[in-house]
């Protein structure tokens, strides 16, 4: 899909679109007043804890329950221990960003069991926080109408829309295209985050998967195509210079193949990928939609790219050390981690 290039185009897009929709509101306090946000010192830690032998572990795991896959996958790479995560705060970053059903947004029942997996290991706060789309604002009703809150709602969590809270200014000054970043400050009034995105192409950024979920903590003003819509892909890198999750927990039981990010051609893994490191999230990620029929290139992404200049994660496939696991009795599973594992190192 043609991106136009003029930031003008989506600032008077939006807010026409916003203003019939009766969602004025949203036009001043998200696009035309600047953000009331604090300045603070923050040097994030980019460092992955879950390495074997000095290389990055991720771990694919297929089956039908998805408790027990979010557990493996967990395990798998090292476990909740690792994090520390006993007596802290813990935010669920899953991808909400419309009124649709996974793959869309990110399946209800995965944040469900791991807000089980989290309380099970002893945390002392789940929070689950995101913020949709300015056009299709507010956030709860997008979790209300994708099902996510009608399956969480009875959980022992507190649900944030990002909307309602206040905003941080952090510095980026490896940044080409954006010197600082607008963030929630949820993402810094707790001990540890988890970062739970689908696996699914999209129209305009080619894909989101881990790198681009961020996005949805950032203030709208700092969206892409409000910055330079031409290098949405650079931006979104750069813009995950501001924080690092702790965790990344892949979506890949229902994920888009071709279109996206709302509406796609839909393959079923029924997978769970699960690292510490954003750029292997990714490119696994890109794999995945490979092996299932999609045609989207893995390194030579630019979001990948330039997070590899960042130096966010690893910069090769060579830095992968992939330990899969298939809890069900199709007997694909080893052609599948074949094929990832093709498309990575090509």
Same mark, same amino acid.
């Given at each position: 899909?043609? %991106? @136009?290039? $003029? ?13 019939? !929709?009766?969602?004025?509101?949203? +036009? ?11 300045? %603070?010192?923050?040097?994030?830690? =980019?460092?992955?804890?879950? !390495? ?19 557990? *493996?996958?967990?395990? /798998? +790479?090292?476990?909740? *221990? ?9 935010? @669920? ?11 869309? #947004?990110?399946?209800? %029942?995965?944040?469900? #069991? ?6 099970? $290991? ?15 604002? &507010? ?23 990002? *909307? ?8 980026? &000054? ?7 970043? %607008? ?18 192409? =999209?129209?305009?950024? =080619?894909?989101?998967? $881990? ?43 229902? @994920?888009?193949?071709? !279109? ?59 830095? /992968? ?21 093709? =498309?990575? $190192?090509?």
């Amino acid at each position: 899909m043609r %991106i @136009i290039k $003029s930031p003008l185009f989506y600032y008077v897009g939006i807010s026409i679109f916003l203003f019939l !929709k009766l969602q004025w509101r949203y +036009v001043f306090k998200f696009l035309f007043r600047k953000p009331d946000a604090k300045r %603070i010192n923050h040097k994030p830690d =980019h460092n992955n804890v879950y !390495k074997e032998a000095h290389k990055t572990l991720v771990s694919i795991v297929r089956g039908d329950d998805v408790y027990t896959m979010l557990r *493996e996958g967990i395990e /798998l +790479v090292g476990g909740l *221990e690792k994090l520390d995560v006993k007596g802290k705060s813990v935010l @669920i970053k899953p991808n909400i960003v419309n009124r649709y059903p996974s793959p869309a #947004n990110t399946s209800p %029942i995965i944040i469900k #069991n791991l807000i089980r997996i989290l309380h099970e $290991s002893g945390v002392s706060k789940v929070l689950v926080g995101d913020m949709s789309a300015i056009f299709v604002l &507010p956030t709860k009703r997008n979790a209300i109408k994708s099902g996510v809150w009608e399956v969480i709602k009875d959980e022992d969590m507190e649900f944030i829309a990002f *909307e309602n809270c206040g905003w941080v200014e952090v510095d980026i &000054p490896q940044g080409r295209f954006v010197k600082k970043a %607008i963030v929630s400050e949820i993402i810094f009034n707790v001990d540890r985050i988890i970062n739970v995105p689908v696996i699914k192409t =999209h129209s305009y950024a =080619h894909y989101t998967i $881990s790198l681009k979920n961020f996005i949805g903590a950032i203030h709208p003003q700092q969206r892409p195509y409000f910055i330079a819509p031409e290098y949405w892909d650079e931006i979104v890198a750069e813009l995950n210079m501001a924080y690092t999750p702790h965790l990344n927990i892949l979506d890949g039981t229902k @994920i888009f193949t071709m !279109k996206g990010p709302t509406r796609g051609v839909v393959a079923e893994p029924n997978l769970i990928v699960v690292t510490g490191d954003r750029i292997a999230a990714d490119v696994v990620g890109l794999s995945v939609i490979n092996a299932f029929g999609g045609d989207v290139g893995v390194w030579e992404q630019r979001q990948v790219k330039r997070a590899v200049e960042l130096n966010l994660g690893i910069r090769s496939y060579s830095e /992968l050390k992939i330990v899969s696991k298939c809890l069900d009795t199709k007997a694909d599973f080893e052609e599948i981690i074949q094929k990832i594992h093709y =498309h990575l $190192s090509n």
